[in-house]
């Protein structure tokens, strides 16, 4: 079973440029998070997936972020205009169903100068 | 929201086992307690997950007392390639969306030693 795919896996960009970050999850997975993850600290969820549809996106700082999960697959996240602190690893996660195991990629580290 | 308290580093030996306490005091009854563990450069994985008593898989074993208001994750004779961060997390269930919030907390770091 091919696991959570996600690119870039390395993204150098300078403060007020644009930045996307697409992921595939393991096929038949309706549920997709995407992750923000600061060097030193735990995972922060920053929106999740059910199908095509948001069921949260609480901690998304919207006036810069935006996600979307076209035909309940594939997802992008994008960042624009970046800023100093959003220099971190964005990781996407994907689900079968309610409280079931989070399979993660292997992120995409994002470097803001 | 069900927050989770672990100490922020372990250190243990080759070959002993190691039990790492999560303190969630607010679980609420719906909840499962889940650990993950990540090492650098990659995204956590899944190690066991539970609801109440006791729990055994492959790699480790959870213990939930009755009152579900900790857990303990060992881990039997760990090596040096157990060294890694383990986020316990305690799920939040949102019945109006009928789905699952994973909150991940700041982890303990375990180092093994040889």
């Known amino acids: 079973e091919a696991g959570v795919a996600q690119s870039p896996r390395y993204k150098i960009i300078e403060k007020r440029q644009s930045v996307a970050f697409w992921c595939n999850p393991i096929?038949?997975?309706?549920?997709l998070y995407w992750y923000q993850q600061i060097l030193g600290q735990g995972p922060k969820l920053l929106i999740q997936f059910q199908n095509n549809g948001v069921v949260d996106d609480s901690q998304l700082p919207k006036d810069r972020f935006s996600a979307e999960r076209l035909k309940g697959v594939d997802s992008t996240l994008k960042i624009q205009p970046a800023k100093l602190e959003d220099s971190a690893v964005y990781l996407c996660?994907?689900?079968?169903?309610?409280?079931?195991?989070?399979?993660f990629g292997e992120g995409s580290r994002l470097t803001v100068l | 929201l069900a927050k989770t308290t672990q100490p922020i580093s372990m250190d243990s030996y080759e070959g002993q086992e190691v039990n790492i306490t999560c303190s969630h005091n607010?679980?609420?009854?719906?909840?499962?307690i889940t650990w993950y563990q990540q090492f650098p450069s990659q995204g956590p994985r899944f190690i066991i997950q539970g609801y109440k008593t006791k729990v055994t898989n492959e790699v480790a074993s959870l213990f939930i007392p009755a009152d579900r208001k900790s857990s303990t994750l060992s881990l039997p004779r760990v090596s040096l390639s157990d060294t890694a961060v383990y986020y316990c997390?305690?799920?939040?269930?949102?019945?109006?969306?009928?789905?699952?919030?994973?909150?991940f907390g700041t982890g303990t770091r375990l180092k093994v030693l040889a």
């Open positions: 607010n679980i609420a009854t719906n909840d499962y």
């Open positions: 996660a994907s689900s079968h169903g309610l409280a079931g195991e989070l399979f």
């Open positions: 096929s038949g997975h309706a549920t």
């Open positions: 997390l305690v799920g939040d269930a949102d019945g109006a969306s009928g789905t699952y919030k994973y909150i």
